[in-house]
C-alpha cells in the first residue's frame, strides 16, 4: 500500500485520548462510531529536549535569549570559527545534575562527550557534541498522573523510566524563504544547552504522555533547571510511536516531530497511533520513518527524504576531556581547585520541594481530594492563590477548594483566561467567603455574587450584596409568612406530600426561594415546610 | 602477530619500516559504488573515480593492522586524560562580542542580519567545492 500524505481518518471521540480505548474491552463500547482493530495498544516512547535556564550557552560565553536580533548572541565558537574550542559552562552541569536527581536517576560520576556528525545549515560546525556513549544520568524513573474515569475526576498514577539525560547543543534556527528559494539562518540559538530526558516506550496513548510531559515540565520548572515554555521552544518534545497486540514483537516504529505545544503532544500522538492501526488493518505496513505534526489539519506528514538510514559517525569530542563529578566533599581529590568541582550531594541537599511532595502535603494538610491537589498544583499560581484565601477567611478548605475549582477556575476556562486575569482576586473572594460564613447569604446567593464581582471587579463585595438586596432575610415572622402563603396556595402539592411523597416539598422550596430571590436559608425552610405539611 | 622490526629506534634520517604477512590479516575490504555514494553524501567529499576508492581501500588495509594486536580486556582511550579532572570549565558569565557583526560582514550572502544558506534539507546534493583527491590523501 503507497503511503499517502494524509489518511482520511474516521474522527476521533473525545473518549479516544483515553487510555486502553484501542483495546477490545472498549471497542464495543464505541461500535458504529469508529472501528478499531481488537486489542492493538500503542507504544508510546519520548526524546524531549529541555533548554537549560543559564545565562550564557553549553560551551561559550555568548548568550541566550528567545527574541534577540537575528545573529546577535553569536560567539566565534558558535560559528564555529576555526581555531575556537569549547568551555563547559558549569551551571548546565549543575543543571543536569539536578534534573538528573530530581528524576531518580544514577548520576554517573564520569561521562563523556562525543560529536554528532550531519550536515545542516543552522549547525555550522557540521557535527552536534553531544553525549552518546556515557551520559551524565541514566536510569531514572518519572511518576505522573492525569484526571481518569469516566467523570475525569479520578486521579490515574503511572510511572514512565527515564533511560539517560544528556547535555548537548541546540542548533540554529532556519527560516525556509520559498519565494526566492534560499534559507536565512540565524545563529542565536546555536551551541545554548540542552537536556535530553528520553523516556522509554511505556506510554501507551496521547493522554499519558502529555501527562509525562506535563509533570517533566513542573519538575523543571521548580528546579529553575529549565522554564519549560513550549511555546517559545524551551521544550522540545519527540514522539517514537508504534502500535502492537500484547504479547507480540513490537511494530515498526515513526518518530514524529514538530509537536510545539502540550495541547499537541496527545493530539499528534493519537492521530499516529490511529493512522498505524489503519494502515495494518488494511493489510499495509509502517515504514520507519520520521513525520511531522500539521497542526493545521491534526495529521502526521512525512518529513524527510528516504534517503536510507542517517550515519552519524559518532566519535569521541577530541576537544573535552571527561566529565567528572564527585559524590560528596569527602571524594574530591586533595588539590582540586573548589571552583573546579560539583558535588552531587550538596546539589541534593538544596533541591526544591518537587510537585509530588506538594501535592501528598495539600491533602495532608487541608484535607483535599488527591483530585484538588491535582488540579491545584497543576493550574499555574492557583496552590498560591488557594493558599492566600485560606489565609484570610474562616471558611473551611474544603469549602474553600469548591469555589477555587469550580467557580473560579471553571469561569477562567469558560472565558480563556489565565489565572492572572482572574477579574477576582484571593481577597475577595475569601472576603465572600467570610460573609458566607457569617450567614449573612445564602451559597445560591454567594454565587450570585460571585458572577457580578465578575463583571464588576472594582466594587467590593459588600457594597454587592448590598446592591443586589441579597442579604439572608433574618426575620422569622416574615419567613413563615411566606412559605405560609405558599403552602396555602399549593394544597394540590401539600396533598401529595402528605400522602408519602416528599420530593414534592423540593418544588414547593423552590418557589419560597424564587419569592425571596434566594434569601433565605434552605435548610431553614425545609424545616418550616415540613412542618406546615405533616 | 609477526612484526620484523628492522631497527628498534628511530633516529631522523634513518627509514623505519615493518612488514605484517597478509595471512594475519583479515579480509581485504572492497567498497562498493554505493557505499562510495553514501560515504560522498556523508561527508560531502568528492572522491568516486578509481584513483580515490583505491586510496581508501590503502587506508583501510593499513589500518587493518591493528587486528594483530590483542586487546582482550583492555577498554580503549580515546583520551590520555581519561582519569584526571582535566575538564576546566567556566562560571555562567554572559561576555558580549562583536563575532556576529564580523562574521556577517564576511559572509558572501545576507539578508537583513540573517545568514543565506540554499534551500534543502540535504546539503549533499548541493556541496560546494568538494576536497579534491589531492586533499584526501594528505590526511
Not at chain 1, 479516544?16 to 474491552?25: I, K, L, P
Not at chain 1, 543543571?95 to 554528532?116: E, H, P, Q, Y
Not at chain 1, 514524529?256 to 492501526?277: G, L, P, T, W
Amino acid at each position: 500500500m503507497t503511503p499517502k500524505t494524509a489518511l482520511p481518518l474516521t474522527k476521533l471521540r473525545g473518549a479516544a485520548t483515553h487510555r486502553g480505548v484501542y483495546t477490545s474491552e472498549h471497542s464495543s463500547h464505541l461500535k458504529g462510531e469508529t472501528y478499531y482493530p481488537p486489542q492493538m495498544v500503542g507504544v508510546v516512547g519520548l526524546e524531549i529536549h529541555a533548554q537549560i535556564h543559564a545565562a550564557s550557552k553549553l560551551f561559550s560565553s555568548s548568550g541566550v535569549r528567545f527574541s534577540a536580533p537575528p545573529n546577535s548572541l553569536v560567539a566565534c565558537f558558535d560559528a564555529s570559527l576555526p581555531g575556537t574550542l569549547p568551555v563547559l559552562n558549569r551551571r548546565c552541569v549543575e543543571a543536569s545534575v539536578m534534573t538528573g536527581l530530581a528524576l531518580n536517576c544514577t548520576i554517573n560520576r564520569k561521562s563523556l562527550f562525543d560529536r554528532k556528525h550531519y550536515f545542516y545549515a543552522d549547525m555550522p560546525a557540521g557535527y552536534q557534541i553531544t553525549q552518546q556513549r556515557l551520559p551524565i544520568a541514566v536510569n531514572g524513573s518519572l511518576t505522573y498522573s492525569y484526571l481518569g474515569g469516566r467523570k475525569r475526576n479520578q486521579v490515574v498514577t503511572k510511572n514512565v523510566r527515564i533511560k539517560q539525560i544528556q547535555l548537548e547543543q541546540d542548533s540554529g534556527k532556519s527560516l525556509h524563504d520559498d519565494h526566492r528559494n534560499q534559507t536565512l539562518i540565524d545563529l542565536n540559538r546555536a551551541g545554548v544547552g540542552l537536556m535530553e530526558v528520553v523516556m522509554e516506550a511505556d506510554m501507551e496513548c496521547g493522554e499519558e504522555a502529555a501527562a509525562a510531559v506535563r509533570e517533566l515540565q513542573l519538575i523543571l520548572q521548580t528546579l529553575g533547571t529549565c522554564y519549560g515554555n513550549m511555546a517559545e521552544g524551551q521544550l522540545r518534545v519527540d514522539a517514537n510511536v508504534s502500535v502492537h497486540r500484547p504479547g507480540e514483537p513490537l511494530g515498526v516504529r515513526t518518530e514524529v516531530k514538530n509537536i510545539n505545544s502540550a495541547r499537541y503532544v496527545a493530539k499528534a500522538i493519537d492521530y499516529e497511533i490511529q493512522r498505524q492501526m489503519e494502515v495494518l488493518d488494511t493489510g499495509g505496513t509502517i515504514l520507519n520513518e520520521t513525520r511531522a505534526f500539521d497542526s493545521k489539519s491534526g495529521a502526521t506528514v512525512p518529513m524527510r527524504d528516504k534517503e536510507g538510514l542517517q550515519d552519524y559517525r559518532f566519535m569521541p569530542e577530541p576537544n573535552l576531556p571527561p566529565l567528572f563529578v564527585y559524590e560528596s566533599v569527602a571524594s574530591v581529590p586533595a588539590g582540586v581547585d573548589p571552583t573546579q568541582v560539583v558535588v552531587i550531594d550538596r546539589l541534593k541537599a538544596i533541591l526544591p520541594e518537587l510537585p509530588g511532595v506538594k501535592r501528598a502535603q495539600l491533602v495532608e494538610e487541608y484535607g483535599l481530594l488527591p483530585e484538588h491537589s491535582f488540579t491545584l498544583v497543576n493550574e499555574v499560581g492557583l496552590m498560591d492563590y488557594f493558599e492566600r484565601v485560606i489565609q484570610k477567611t474562616k471558611a473551611e478548605p474544603r469549602k474553600v477548594i469548591g469555589w477555587v475549582i469550580k467557580e473560579l477556575l471553571g469561569n477562567l476556562n469558560q472565558n480563556g483566561l489565565r489565572l492572572t486575569q482572574s477579574p477576582i482576586s484571593s481577597e475577595a473572594l475569601a472576603e465572600l467567603l467570610n460573609i458566607l460564613e457569617s450567614g449573612h447569604i445564602s451559597t445560591s446567593a454567594a454565587k450570585v455574587v460571585f458572577q457580578e464581582m465578575w463583571k464588576l471587579p472594582e466594587k467590593s463585595v459588600k457594597q454587592l450584596v448590598a446592591e443586589l438586596d441579597l442579604e439572608l432575610i433574618s426575620d422569622q415572622e416574615q419567613i413563615l409568612q411566606i412559605c405560609r402563603r405558599v403552602v396555602d396556595a399549593h394544597p394540590e402539592e401539600v396533598r401529595v406530600i402528605r400522602a408519602g411523597n416528599k420530593k414534592v416539598l423540593n418544588k414547593l422550596m423552590g418557589i419560597v426561594q424564587k419569592e425571596t430571590k434566594g434569601r433565605t436559608d434552605p435548610l431553614q425552610v425545609r424545616r418550616i415546610l415540613e412542618e406546615m405539611t405533616s | 602477530g609477526q612484526i620484523q622490526n628492522q631497527s628498534c629506534c628511530y633516529s631522523p634520517g634513518s627509514k623505519v619500516s615493518w612488514k605484517i604477512e597478509n595471512s594475519v590479516l583479515p579480509q581485504r575490504t572492497k567498497i562498493s559504488p554505493d557505499l562510495v555514494d553514501k560515504l560522498e553524501s556523508l561527508a560531502l567529499v568528492d572522491f568516486g573515480n578509481q584513483e580515490g576508492v583505491n586510496c581508501l581501500e590503502e587506508a583501510i588495509r593499513f589500518a587493518d593492522q591493528l587486528h594483530v594486536v590483542n586487546t582482550d580486556g583492555v577498554e580503549p582511550m580515546d583520551s590520555v586524560l581519561e582519569n584526571s579532572a582535566a575538564l576546566r570549565w567556566r562560571d555562567d558569565n554572559l561576555k558580549l562580542d562583536d563575532c556576529a557583526w564580523e562574521l556577517l560582514q564576511l559572509a558572501t550572502d545576507t539578508v537583513e542580519e540573517y545568514f543565506v544558506s540554499t534551500q534543502g534539507q540535504s546539503l549533499a546534493a548541493q556541496s560546494e567545492l568538494p576536497l579534491t583527491l589531492k586533499q584526501v590523501s594528505q590526511f
